[in-house]
């Protein structure tokens, strides 16, 4: 017997038909003897139907009341999902993120998971019971609704895995596994059997929509087995996320290729070049919870410098009013501006390590169809470049066919 997490996305329980399928697959598990919790998103569309509706009465709104009131989708499912499961005749129980104990910080729309009280679920578990948890959300310790960000429920399911010591964490989505690149960009894109850790890390860093980066990192930290599958699909291995390289001859030196079309350029132009520059700039970023991403100074003969980073799409605007209202004046810069159509381009593989060139490759491929490369980030793993967002789709096609990774 085992104790499995078993993850669902919005689209895998859109509606009463498909949240019967994930108690069906459920059912077939518990009738195997295994112990299951089952960690459910809202329906597809509705967190945004939810962002929308609080919207309309205010254009910005307040965190912790936007919280209140989005996690109510996640509510709606796991109540939804428990029933299903009680129809088939097996004992069953749903749980907000407060009921399990989900405690986080107080950051609310993005807030991070401090600790997990198991005793409960564990207790439930042991009863015989399948308990079904509402991914995306948890409380801080004034006990206020805090929700995890966009694809927190991932990181809701490898936190309770982690928690309970569970034998697998399965992340069921739209997709039977983790691709070479997007299949509806790529049609030659091929299921990859595995992946390392760090790969996936990377990929999920870069754009790849298929794991949220935060779900990755704690499977990581604490060692949790994790799986891709695709809810529509009756059977299949997915992808396993491995935590060591095959030593495998034949694996290709780049494993997938990650592309973001959701991030912004920030250029901030003349300042000094002096100590604590950068800190003045991003410093206040920082203070406003804005994530940065890409970094780049560059400092002329004149002795001025210029500063260039990317933000979330949807917080350029935030950041330009931070850099205006209370930057600008302190450094002196001659010029803020800010560029929202942009995209992300990524090569990852951890077989960079040992070949040499896959830079210039990626340079060359690029530069043959005109695709001028704005800004570049590298790590021991992987290659980020920012091109103009209209070259995005010719840049990852041209990219996945250079680096072979079309095949069967």
Do not use: W
């Amino acid at each position: 017997m085992a104790l499995i997490v078993q993850k669902y996305g919005g689209t895998s329980v859109a509606n009463p038909d498909r949240i019967r399928n994930v108690a069906r697959r459920v059912a077939r598990y518990k009738a195997m003897g295994h112990q299951v919790v089952v960690v459910v998103s809202a329906m597809s569309g509705e967190t945004n139907k939810l962002i929308n509706l609080a919207k309309e009465l205010m254009a910005e709104p307040d965190p912790r009341e936007l919280d209140m009131i989005v996690s109510t989708g996640e509510q709606v499912t796991v109540g939804m999902t428990a029933l299903a499961l009680i129809e088939l005749g097996i004992k069953a129980k749903s749980y907000t993120g407060a009921q399990v104990k989900i405690l986080t910080d107080d950051a609310y729309t993005k807030a991070r998971i401090l600790n997990i009280d198991q005793v409960n679920l564990k207790a439930d578990l042991d009863a015989g019971y399948v308990c079904v948890v509402a991914g995306f959300q948890g409380v801080d310790a004034q006990g206020n609704i805090t929700t995890l960000g966009r694809g927190g429920s991932d990181t809701t399911g490898v936190a309770l895995a982690a928690a309970l010591g569970a034998d697998e964490c399965q992340i069921y989505t739209d997709v039977d596994g983790v691709y070479t690149t997007d299949p509806r960009l790529v049609p030659e894109a091929r299921r990859l059997n595995s992946i390392t850790f760090e790969e996936m890390l990377e990929l999920a860093s870069q754009g790849s929509k298929v794991l949220q980066i935060r779900s990755v990192e704690f499977a990581g930290k604490y060692k949790v087995k994790l799986r891709v599958l695709s809810s529509f699909e009756e059977e299949g291995d997915g992808t396993l996320i491995t935590f060591e390289e095959e030593d495998n001859m034949e694996q290709p030196i780049i494993s997938g290729i990650a592309f973001n079309r959701d991030e912004a350029k920030i250029t901030v132009l003349g300042v000094p070049d002096k100590p604590g520059i950068a800190y003045q700039i991003l410093g206040p970023i920082a203070d406003a919870n804005i994530d940065v991403d890409m970094i780049i100074q560059n400092t002329g003969a004149d002795g001025a410098t210029d500063f260039t980073f990317t933000v979330h799409k949807n917080e350029m605007n935030k950041a330009l009013a931070i850099l205006n209202d209370k930057v600008q004046a302190h450094i002196g810069a001659r010029e803020i501006s800010g560029d929202d159509k942009i995209a992300k381009v990524s090569v990852v593989g951890v077989g960079m390590r040992s070949h040499v060139g896959i830079a210039s490759q990626m340079f060359r491929t690029l530069a043959e169809e005109g695709i001028n490369i704005q800004m570049i980030s590298t790590s021991e793993i992987k290659i980020a470049v920012v091109v103009d967002e209209k070259y995005l789709e010719l840049a990852v096609r041209v990219l996945h066919k250079a680096f072979e990774l079309e095949g069967k």
